[in-house]
């Protein structure tokens, strides 16, 4: 679509205000897979979950604004504590992660005190300082295997601990919560797709259903996607994740053909980071995501360990 002159114009500011002030203040932008293509364009790396903890934690940058959803900006935090950590808009959130509180965790460590605490990142830092180790989608059943213990509490995904007990013998004791946006993905919708693109591989994420796992080609982390894909004969992919994957996906394989499940698989909160929102960021210095230092030095030991594995 065309746009409007003063539109481009207005746009093209906010990209020169955005460099300068990202020199003035040695921020770096850190950005999601799932974020708007204008955010992935201009970001300093782009990553998953797993990728974006990694470079939080090397970064010399003075600040890292981090455009995602609060509990990755919360992540950094914890894992660099002297730098200043934006979150470009307040209310980003990760509804899966809110499914998932303190006293809930304690009830069920309660329940099984023999169990080690498995927590999937996509969570609260409160949560992690409960936990004993966090993990990815990117490294979930590494993680799960190197622990030593026989009995797993796996929160706040419900899929993903189901995934993740495909490869491991361990009783897994799986917290109810999900991703509202993937389990939009429906396996009937992915053979009706695959029907109409019959040489097309289905590449899914592992927040998928357990019926969609079982009818992909490949299941892996958004960034596993782009190795995948890189790296695959196929020509054809059809893709079980957020849609904001496809920007670095069709610019690094032109040659190659993406589809959807569904136009629809759309994670609200990862889009709410708009170049707007991300001036004023660093503009106004905001909003500022610290973790009260006790919780920090617990939920850090629980990063630790899953990037020591990992
Ligand atoms: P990745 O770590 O695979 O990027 O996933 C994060 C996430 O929130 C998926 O919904
Ligand atoms: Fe959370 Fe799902 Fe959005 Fe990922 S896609 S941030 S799990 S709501």
């Known amino acids: 679509m065309q746009q409007h002159p003063d539109y481009q114009r207005y746009i093209g500011a906010l990209k020169d205000e955005i460099a300068a002030l990202r020199k003035e203040r040695n921020a770096v932008i850190l950005a999601h897979n799932y974020q708007r293509d204008e955010i992935q364009e201009l970001a300093d790396f782009c990553g998953d979950s797993l990728g974006l903890s990694k470079q939080a934690a090397k970064t010399d940058a003075d600040v890292i604004v981090f455009c995602g959803v609060h509990f990755m900006a919360e992540s950094a935090a914890i894992l660099s504590p002297r730098k200043t950590v934006l979150l470009p808009v307040e209310e980003a959130g990760c509804p899966m992660a809110d499914m998932i509180d303190v006293p809930r965790l304690r009830e069920l460590k309660q329940q099984h005190p023999d169990a080690t605490v498995v927590t999937y990142v996509n969570s609260s830092a409160a949560i992690?300082?409960?936990?004993?180790?966090?993990?990815?989608?990117?490294?979930a059943v590494k993680v799960v295997k190197s622990v030593d213990a026989k009995k797993i509490i796996f929160t706040p995904d419900k899929n993903l601990a189901l995934y993740v007990s495909r490869f491991t013998d361990k009783e897994i004791i799986a917290y109810e919560g999900f991703c509202p946006t993937h389990i939009l993905i429906h396996a009937d919708a992915v053979k009706r797709v695959k029907a109409e693109h019959p040489k097309a591989l289905f590449v899914a994420h592992p927040e998928c259903l357990p019926d969609v796992i079982d009818i992909a080609d490949y299941v892996c982390s958004t960034s596993g996607m782009y190795e995948f894909v890189k790296n695959s004969d196929a020509s054809e992919f059809i893709?079980?994740?957020?849609?904001?994957?496809?920007?670095?996906?069709?610019?690094?394989?032109p040659q190659k053909k993406f589809y959807l499940v569904s136009k629809h698989i759309i994670c609200p909160n990862m889009k709410m980071t708009t170049l707007d929102w991300l001036a004023q960021s660093l503009r106004y210095m905001r909003f500022k995501v610290e973790v009260p230092e006790d919780i920090r030095v617990k939920a850090k030991k629980s990063l630790d360990r899953m990037l020591e594995v990992s």
């Open 239 to 253: 893709i079980g994740t957020e849609s904001g994957i496809l920007y670095r996906l069709r610019k690094e394989n």
């Open 128 to 139: 992690k300082a409960e936990s004993d180790v966090c993990c990815t989608s990117a490294n």
